[in-house]
């Protein structure tokens, strides 16, 4: 599907779910204005709320990347990966690689690009995760017919052997969820880079804002050549996890005379 279609048909699911919330929902009355830092801690307790969540669904992902061009040549290199988040018999959480075709010869793929695939794109800013981020408010804006919060997010240090996100996201002012996030993974080296990406979530059992789509096109400059990426992630078929097994008692028959 192409990219611009898939943003108006994630539009039009974000819009559904809110007059749907809004239809179903008594109504409640006139929110008092917030400040930012009370912004902050409520979308940060509902990041926790959707992270805990998101982590009992097993939904499949899949990930289409795309060489551009290579020092401004274009190119046709392609891969694609399929993996399935599942649970093993012994209730652990895995994202199983189902399928991958096609090669890239231009660049590598490496395991911190495995961590932004899974970790990093659909970013959560939990309550645990906070302390290590500096919020600045930047004021409201629309995402879609979404009024919105919007906050610049940038790590208060990358030491460290983990990867942080830098960038904006954008906070319903109703719901106090995260619906949008825009940054890119740092810190950046000159031998692995990572594109700026763009993660759009869209509403799951009428409460949680999980991510739906994530798209990245970038040119990264490395030391010996200039590579445009493009990337293209999809999150669909969002199932909670529970076991449906069920223990029958049944009264013994009497035995025959």
């Known amino acids: 599907m192409h990219s611009h279609l898939r943003l ?16 179903t929902a008594p109504q409640s009355p006139q929110r008092k204005s917030l400040t930012p830092e009370e912004v902050i801690q409520a979308f940060a307790a509902k990041e926790t709320q959707f992270f805990e969540a998101w982590m009992q669904y097993t939904y499949r992902q899949t990930a289409d990347i795309r060489i551009l061009s290579v020092d401004g040549y274009p190119s046709r290199e392609r891969m694609t990966l399929v993996s399935d988040v599942v649970f093993k018999d012994d209730g652990t959480r895995e994202v199983r690689l189902i399928s991958r075709s096609g090669r890239l010869r231009s660049v ?5 690009d495995e961590t932004v ?5 659909p970013f959560a800013l939990t309550t645990k995760e906070l302390p290590f981020y500096n919020l600045k408010y930047e004021g409201k804006e629309k995402v879609d017919e979404l009024e919105c919060y919007t906050f610049s997010v940038k790590p208060k240090s990358t030491r460290g052997n983990r990867l942080y996100f830098e960038g904006k996201i954008w906070v319903d002012d109703q719901d106090l969820q995260i619906v949008k996030t825009m940054g ?4 950046q080296k ?20 999980f991510p739906a789509w994530t798209h990245a096109d970038s040119s ?22 529970g076991s449906k097994a069920t223990i029958e008692f049944t009264a013994p028959k009497p035995e025959k005379p």
């Open 220 to 241: 990264l400059h490395f030391p010996a050549q200039v590579v445009r990426v493009e990337e293209t992630i999809t999150y669909d078929n969002y199932k909670r996890f």
């Open 184 to 187: 890119k993974p740092v810190p």
């Open 8 to 23: 108006l048909v994630l539009a039009a699911a974000m819009i559904a779910a809110r007059q749907a919330a809004t239809q």
């Open 190 to 209: 000159r031998e692995n880079q990572f594109p700026a990406f763009e993660t759009i979530r869209q509403m799951i059992d009428d409460k949680y804002w």
């Open 117 to 121: 695939l899974n970790d990093i794109q």
């Open 108 to 112: 590598g793929w490496t395991p911190e």
